[in-house]
């Protein structure tokens, strides 16, 4: 085919066409670039032809132009889109951790927009005129919600355990129970965040059981904390035991120099407990039974951005806020925004609480996902789906409450000639990707997490792929 190589058409007679301008345009690039992906799509025919793979036998010049535009077109589209996109969770779980985790409240969303919109009071003091601290925004009502002398914020909950163990305990001892050591997501790891942090871990009792006098027996000149992790993603049940936070601090008190500390994990601000669900402790109580520093995250159950939230005792907080890795490890304004809009859903109470997605989706009555599902079920009758709604069960997610089981109701959907597998990779392709479980070759949508126009989207989904 290399004697149709000719009749390719030179770069600047491309530039010149109706085509180019009209790209150029709708999408707003600059012609330099425009030039280099046109420049591109005739490389890749000039290596066709040599190749001897072009879609035409004898193709024309005009040939040339109309495939050189389509490719360009659609090369130009892809170029300089956003990686990250909206995607719809289909699947129930709530703290989905490759989704994103929580999702932000309306207000959250609001008050990042608008504090990045605008200059703010990030390190201001309006009242005296002076330069002032990111720490203070958000102390006051972190303290408030969780009942602590002081607090901070830092990147992540990672972050907060390297934090307190690096500046609160390095060169010294920790002890944590061996039924404590978890992983977290396959990256986080107490044993190894220990290590880097250079505070030397000692470990006490054996995987399933820890006794108080385990503790008591470890304690020497070089201990400095004796730290509780909440093992947030598994569950020990069976021949099992661990020293109460009661204990542990009734313990610690009677030596003046050691700390207590406690990796909470997900960080309930709202009792889940009084709905029947789960076992996690609330902050507050913790913080009441005298602990000296807790941590947890901000995007877990809290419902916030991704944030390592830090309060306890006032002397602690302080040394931290001191240390070089605060600024390190600080967090920018906007998550700031969001995690401040979110704890002040909490301070207002229950019910403006409910607006926090992830409470939202966790306390939403089992009787209003069916209405969902069945909605959905009766839009979509009659056609090449078969649907189904049934019982069955929602995770929470993001290594939070992993032994609790959700009562929800899926639509079970399959085509009469798409397996299911085929249907999932479809709707995870389509312009907005759809991401659902698949069990017994059907296709399940659990309401638990999908709201009404997300529903319209998956129904105009189906019937686009039917
Ligand atoms: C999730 C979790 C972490 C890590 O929190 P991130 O905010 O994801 O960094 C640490 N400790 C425990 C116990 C956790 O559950």
Redesign the pocket.
């Known amino acids: 085919m290399k004697q149709f190589l000719r009749y390719l058409p030179p770069i600047h007679e491309l530039q010149k066409h109706e085509r180019f301008a009209d790209i150029q345009n709708s999408l707003k690039l600059d012609q330099e670039k425009l030039t280099l992906l046109t420049q591109q799509s005739l490389n890749k025919i000039r290596e066709q032809l040599l190749a001897g793979t072009f879609e035409k036998s004898e193709p024309t010049k005009i040939d040339f132009i109309t495939y050189i535009f389509d490719e360009l077109e659609k090369d130009a589209n892809e170029y300089g889109q956003c990686f990250l996109k909206k995607v719809i969770n289909a699947t129930g779980t709530i703290l989905h951790t490759n989704l994103g985790?929580a999702r932000l409240s309306k207000e959250a969303i609001e008050h990042v927009v608008r504090i990045a919109t605008h200059y703010s009071n990030l390190e201001y003091k309006i009242e005296q005129g002076e330069r002032g601290s990111r720490h203070d925004i958000i102390e006051k009502v972190i303290k408030e919600v969780t009942g602590a002398e002081a607090a901070m914020v830092v990147?992540?909950?990672?972050?907060?355990?390297y934090l307190i163990l690096r500046a609160l305990a390095k060169d010294k001892e920790v002890i944590v129970s061996r039924g404590q050591l978890?992983e977290?997501?396959g990256s986080?790891r107490?044993s190894s965040i220990m290590e880097e942090s250079g505070a030397n871990l000692i470990e006490v009792g054996t995987t399933n059981k820890t006794h108080l006098f385990d503790y008591e027996n470890a304690i020497s000149e070089e201990t400095k904390m004796l730290m509780k992790?909440?093992?947030?993603?598994f569950k020990t049940i069976g021949f099992t035991k661990s020293v109460s936070t009661e204990d542990l601090i009734e313990l610690a008190q009677k030596h003046s120099d050691i700390i207590y500390y406690e990796?909470?994990?997900?960080g309930a601000l709202y009792d889940f407990r009084k709905h029947g669900i789960g076992d996690e402790t609330v902050v507050d109580e913790v913080i009441k039974q005298g602990a000296d520093i807790v941590?947890?995250?901000?995007?877990?159950l809290l419902g916030g951005p991704?944030?390592?939230i830090i309060a306890g005792k006032k002397k602690y907080i302080d040394k931290l806020k001191k240390h070089q890795l605060a600024r390190v490890l600080r967090v920018d304004k906007l998550t700031f925004a969001a995690l401040e809009a979110t704890l002040v859903a909490y301070l207002k109470g229950k019910h403006k609480m409910q607006d926090i997605p992830v409470i939202r989706d966790l306390l939403v009555e089992p009787m209003v996902i069916k209405e969902r599902a069945e909605r959905f079920g009766s839009k979509l009758t009659g056609g090449q789906f078969k649907v189904e709604v049934r019982e069955a069960f929602s995770q929470v997610g993001?290594?939070?409450l992993p032994d609790v089981e959700l009562p929800t109701f899926v639509a079970e959907v399959s085509h009469e000639r798409k397996n299911a597998e085929t249907l999932s990779r479809e709707l995870r392709l389509y312009s907005t990707s759809i991401i659902t479980r698949v069990k017994y070759d059907k296709v399940l949508f659990d309401f638990r997490t999908l709201q009404d126009e997300e529903i319209e989207v998956i129904l105009q989904a189906l019937v686009d792929l039917a």
Request: proline fraction near 0%.
């Open positions: 985790r990147n992540n909950n990672a972050a907060a355990v978890v977290i997501g986080f107490i992790v909440h093992t947030s993603n990796d909470l994990g997900s941590s947890f995250s901000g995007d877990k991704q944030a390592g993001g290594g939070t």
